[in-house]
């Protein structure tokens, strides 16, 4: 772990104490035995970290600080960078059973175990480096695991931080991969991938560093693995098109230059043994470019290629766009008579890219998993217009071998008796589950929120920004770029996003997590043992209703750090939070309803015009 040669900024110094940084100035100036500084900058100085948590100790301003504010502490200004800090802190947390880990990190991990307290720490680093990791959103992660079945032996080639191979072990405690192997062209990454996945449990791990198109190290001997989980790196055009012309991997066609995601699908089927699957996260164009006909049909004339799903924007980077599955198989040398491809367009069914709402996680693997189990099974699916189908190889190997769901699949019929029957059915559902959860009436305020206060009174609070400098949240900006000390980041459960241009303040859902921040939403990270997100998500949502109609909710660039919350014990903030969560799930109830019965209504419409026949 660190040592006392770890600095720390005055920004740092404001969350360990916290304060904001005007009081650090503040108390700069006016105590000669303040820490003097020891680097940095006359703009932006660093101090020693040891000596300013002696002065902040010596005050009583350091015990309230979490511990995991201090360890990142320690992690953020180490001499060697945070990389090597966070590496160290992985392998001594690995050795905390035996040999336990003093300080800070040692107290988080009492607190959160040591995967906990390894995953708090790179999390919070890879916020910083976003663009660096490449996560794979967890519910996105979890569908693919799903899809590729229980494996003995799984790979990722190319790794990020790790995320994939970590939803191998599946939900319900399903058994752990006896073998788990990774590759990383990023060394740091691939270290602290293979620190995370030996912390998270009791298999094999083995991380290689290098990049595996390129490699022939001892990656290269990573063969016969049950199955690949894998994103291909996006935006590659240096992935080694000529030096590899003549590779033993491109059975299927030498990929074009502006195709490296078709490399990689082969490199894919290269490591898996024979009857092993590979599920790969590709962007939607891979489908359609005329430069991978000639690739696209001799995965399909040979039966590598299995299955392209489109799922809705809003599941993967980059958001606007719908991504896709590919399931693909290595031959066994088994003939399959009749050979089909199974096509899902999920993303008709099941729209999430609209940045407001989180994806329907359950709805959408059941679609997707029931497609690929029964066709994996049967070799053919019943298909259900407009959402799923398995029409033959020798039908899709026309000029251009399209296989966009899409475009590969029957229009959806128009509504029935028998559809709208179930349309109705499930708007009585929704009805009555909406009255169940309609909000009884607030009884009077008591406490801290007693008393009427004159008109134009402001109540007594905290804005969003000193919240921020007090180190009781982290602010994320919308833009991506960074300014006002802020940064993009990937959401976690529990935190608070507002969209810029007005619309649902929400807190993001366990099932829900893995959005990036952009251009049109800030994202607030509020420290769950000084604020409770459900209540910072009411009160926000409340200023945005109290707006005049038109307005937006004052999530500006200058105005977001400005709104207000009042100040409340954690435990009344929880008792608020949880009318807040109450109301949340009325009005997601409200909106379902109101959906339904749009459907109903358009449905009974084309049923009724249909009857009077052709006008």
């Known amino acids: 772990m660190p040592d006392d040669t770890t600095e720390v900024t005055t920004s740092g110094i404001a969350r360990l104490a916290g304060v904001g940084r005007a009081a650090v100035g503040a108390w700069r100036r006016r105590h000669p035995a303040f820490p003097g500084p020891v680097g940095g900058t006359d703009a932006d100085p660093t101090f020693s970290l040891a000596e300013v948590e002696e002065w902040l100790r010596a005050r009583g301003r350091l015990a309230g600080t979490p511990p995991h504010e201090r360890a990142w502490q320690r992690i953020e200004g180490d001499p060697d960078g945070a990389p090597a800090a966070l590496v160290r802190a992985g392998e001594a947390l690995l050795r905390h059973a035996e040999d336990p880990v003093p300080g800070p990190l040692g107290e988080l991990a009492g607190e959160l175990g040591p995967f906990g307290a390894y995953s708090v720490l790179l999390d919070r680093h890879l916020d910083t480096h976003p663009r660096r990791s490449r996560a794979v959103p967890p519910g996105t992660a979890a569908l693919m695991a799903a899809v590729a079945g229980p494996a003995a032996r799984v790979l990722d080639p190319a790794c990020g931080s790790g995320g994939l191979l970590a939803a191998a072990r599946g939900p319900g405690g399903r058994p752990w991969p006896r073998e788990i192997h990774g590759q990383e062209a990023d060394p740091v990454l691939a270290r602290l991938a293979a620190l995370g996945l030996a912390l998270r449990g009791n298999a094999a791990v083995r991380v290689h560093a290098g990049n595996a198109l390129r490699d022939t190290g001892a990656a290269r001997d990573v063969t016969g693995v049950d199955a690949v989980l894998c994103r291909p790196p996006s935006g590659e055009r240096d992935w080694g098109h000529d030096e590899l012309a003549h590779d033993p991997r491109w059975e299927y066609g030498l990929p074009a230059r502006t195709e490296p995601e078709l490399a990689w699908v082969q490199h894919a089927l290269s490591r898996l043994r024979p009857g092993g699957t590979a599920v790969l996260l590709m962007p939607p164009a891979a489908a359609s470019r005329r430069s991978g006909r000639r690739i696209r049909a001799a995965l399909l004339r040979r039966g590598a290629l299995r299955a392209v799903m489109a799922l809705p924007a809003g599941t993967a980077a980059p958001y606007g766009l719908p991504p896709h599955l590919w399931v693909l198989r290595r031959p066994d040398g088994t003939p399959a008579p009749g050979p089909r491809l199974l096509v899902v367009d999920a993303s008709a069914r099941h729209r999430a890219g609209d940045g407001r709402r989180e994806p329907p996680w359950e709805e959408l693997s059941r679609t997707v998993l029931d497609a690929w189990r029964a066709f994996d099974r049967d ?124 619309g649902d303040v929400r807190v993001v859902e366990p099932g829900g997590a893995g959005e990036r921040t952009g251009r049109r939403h800030w994202l607030l990270r509020p420290d769950p043992h000084t604020l409770d997100p459900w209540f910072v998500a009411g009160f926000l949502r409340a200023d945005a209703l109290r707006r005049p109609a038109g307005r937006a909710v004052a999530a500006s660039r200058a105005d977001v750090r400005r709104l207000r919350l009042p100040r409340l014990p954690l435990d009344e903030q929880r008792r608020l939070g949880r009318r807040f969560r109450e109301l949340a799930a009325f009005e997601a109830a409200l909106r379902q309803a109101r959906e339904l019965g749009e459907d109903l209504v358009r449905g009974a419409y084309d049923e009724i015009t249909g009857a009077a026949g052709p006008y």
Not at 383 to 392: D, L, N, Q, T, Y
Not at 429 to 451: M, N
Not at 463 to 489: F, N, P
């Open 379 to 502: 070799g053919a699916v019943p298909g259900e217009p407009g959402v799923s189908a398995s029409p033959a190889v020798i039908d899709l190997l026309d000029e251009d071998v399209d296989l966009t769901p899409a475009r590969r699949l029957p229009p959806a019929a128009r509504a029935g008796a028998v559809d709208l029957a179930g349309v109705r059915d499930g708007l009585d559902r929704a009805l009555r589950r909406t009255l169940r959860l309609a909000p009884a009436p607030v009884p009077a305020p008591a406490g801290p929120l007693a008393g009427a206060l004159p008109s134009g009174t402001r109540r007594a609070g905290v804005t969003v920004g000193e919240l921020a400098r007090a180190g009781a949240l982290r602010l994320y900006l919308g833009g991506g770029d960074g300014g006002d000390g802020g940064e993009t980041a990937m959401s976690r459960p529990g935190d608070v996003v507002i969209p810029v241009l007005g």
